[in-house]
């Protein structure tokens, strides 16, 4: 049996990047560290906001509403609403979660051939007409580096310097530093994963997905790497 590098209990888990084997408890609160972390970085949740919560039944946005409604639970100032986009699949599951959670939804449908630039504008334009002051979605590291890597690629600098480009309201990513298999495992044992939301990937994304899990299995920390880079050129931005 492997034991918790911070305290005497069981980990459940090996962060290669880190080299920290993790309990429960442990793992928990260092997921809730990289969500804080993330949500200073948008200069939000000051005074008060309504936050839109974009659920597809999957785990990632599940573990999402979770950790955000706990985490603001005492801000009476702070309420979500969860939009859930129906394209056929998880919307039971999505419902499911929202109603567990205390959380309002409101349900958009949308033909699952539809690409996801149309997906992200009916996000937000639900977003905006529920009153939101901010949309939040379940984008994880391994999404994020993906993007960056693909824009990198690509030459797409203006994409890269402008990720959400005349947006009417501030999309935020807050689990954009946990890794995907840590926002698995989180939802796993928080109950929140039931339902395997199928997410096609193919063409240049999936070669980079492909390769990025090859970087990452032989130099830990190569995903960090590249959200950090697109962080810095942002930084150069300002
Ligand atoms: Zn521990």
């Not at 999402?64 to 919307?91: C, H, P, T």
């Not at 039971?92 to 539809?114: D, N, W, Y």
């Amino acid at each position: 049996m492997t034991w918790c590098d911070k305290c005497c209990s069981k980990a459940i888990i090996y962060q290669r990047y880190s080299g920290m084997h993790l309990c429960q408890a442990h793992f928990d609160e260092d997921v809730h560290r990289k969500i804080r972390e993330s949500l200073r970085q948008t200069r939000l949740f000051g005074r008060g906001e309504r936050v839109a919560v974009g659920l597809s039944g999957g785990g990632d946005s599940a573990t999402l509403l979770y950790v955000l409604k706990n985490m603001f639970s005492r801000r009476k100032d702070i309420d979500f609403v969860a939009i859930i986009i129906d394209e056929g699949q998880g919307v039971a599951q999505a419902r499911l979660i929202s109603q567990k959670l205390g959380v309002p939804s409101i349900i958009r449908s949308m033909h699952s051939s539809t690409g996801s630039r149309a997906k992200a504008d009916l996000l937000i334009k639900t977003a905006q007409e529920s009153g939101a002051d901010v949309l939040a979605t379940g984008h994880n590291l391994d999404d994020e580096a993906q993007e960056v890597f693909l824009k990198f690629l690509k030459g797409d600098v203006e994409g890269l310097l402008q990720p959400s480009p005349g947006r009417p309201i501030p999309w935020i990513k807050p689990l954009r530093r946990v890794p995907e298999k840590e926002t698995r495992l989180y939802a796993i044992t928080h109950g929140l994963y039931h339902h395997k939301s199928e997410c096609f990937t193919f063409g240049w994304r999936l070669e980079v997905k492909r390769h990025l899990n090859g970087f990452e299995s032989r130099h830990p920390g190569t995903k960090y790497s590249l959200l950090r880079s697109l962080e810095r050129i942002l930084l150069l931005k300002e």
